[in-house]
């Protein structure tokens, strides 16, 4: 039984009686922000138009005027939706293949699995909040809102531009799941293809997030830090000092 207890604890991560309030607690405040955004947030457009021209965006921004493809809004949730399925389903996949190796145990790789999905489940939610707080923060208008402020910026739904949750969920999913490979010690080819899907995903996302007329470039390109930035934090804030204990 200890044997079986060290080599668990031996596997990189750890978790504690209060990741379940760290995973919960962002995950409600999220949820509550998003229902309160037409109390929150100002339609400023609506209010003073000449605020909202294509001049008055920085010039980094100005390529994503005039772009609205309704076919891109859906390939970037595709991309989005991707990034999170793969979060879950490559790191199980790596510990199975390991079960059905004999190098893990069942209770061993029961352990390891259910770990993993905390800290995809951790992460996607305070991507989430920090995300959501953002928005209630800036209250910047989409790009669409410029081509009519008056009437497209009626929707204070429509003042959540930066930064970018697609994007910065694709990246906190993709780099986390990257992360847990590193730490889990998957094979050079693994965390070829893994880096390939992060780099993929989140410049798609991006770019069909822009496309689509629903961000600007800078929108993106921080909420690709911010996604990244946040799967660091979770993944390295739950890593074991020394995760190589004898096991006996």
Same mark, same amino acid.
């Given at each position: 039984?200890?044997? %079986? $207890? ?25 949820? +509550? ?13 609506? =209010? ?6 294509? %001049? ?11 772009? %609205?493809?309704?076919?891109?809004? +859906? ?5 989005? =939706? ?35 999905? #905390? ?7 305070? =991507?989430?909040?920090?995300? %959501? ?26 003042? #959540?531009?930066?930064?970018? +949750? ?16 590193? $730490? ?13 899907? $992060? ?23 921080? +909420? ?10 979770? $993944? ?13």
């Amino acid at each position: 039984m200890k044997s %079986e $207890v060290a080599k668990i604890r031996s596997h990189s991560f750890k978790l504690t009686k209060f990741d379940f309030i760290l995973t919960v607690i962002p995950v409600l405040i999220w949820a +509550g922000s998003t229902f309160m955004r037409q109390t929150v947030i100002t339609p400023s457009c609506m =209010n003073a138009p000449q605020k909202c021209s294509k %001049e008055s965006l920085l010039p980094i921004d100005q390529i994503s005027f005039g772009m %609205e493809d309704p076919r891109a809004d +859906g390939y970037s949730y595709f991309t989005q =939706n991707l990034s999170g399925v793969l979060a879950v389903a490559v790191p199980a996949a790596w510990s199975l293949s390991r079960l059905a190796m004999g190098s893990l145990s069942p209770a061993v790789t029961l352990s390891v699995l259910g770990v993993d999905l #905390v800290l995809i489940l951790q992460t996607a939610s305070w =991507n989430g909040f920090l995300t %959501e707080l953002s928005h209630w923060i800036v209250q910047r208008p989409r790009p669409f809102v410029y081509y009519d402020p008056v009437q497209r910026g009626i929707d204070p739904a429509h003042y #959540v531009s930066f930064y970018s +949750g697609h994007t910065s969920f694709a990246a906190a999913m993709t780099v986390a799941t990257f992360l847990i490979l590193v $730490v889990r010690g998957a094979p050079l080819l693994l965390l070829m293809l893994s880096a390939i899907a $992060v780099q993929s995903l989140i410049i798609s996302t991006a770019y069909f997030r822009i496309l689509a007329g629903r961000h600007f470039l800078t929108d993106v390109i921080f +909420g690709a830090v911010a996604g990244s930035a946040v799967a660091w934090v979770v $993944v390295s804030q739950h890593r074991l000092q020394h995760p190589r204990l004898q096991t006996g």
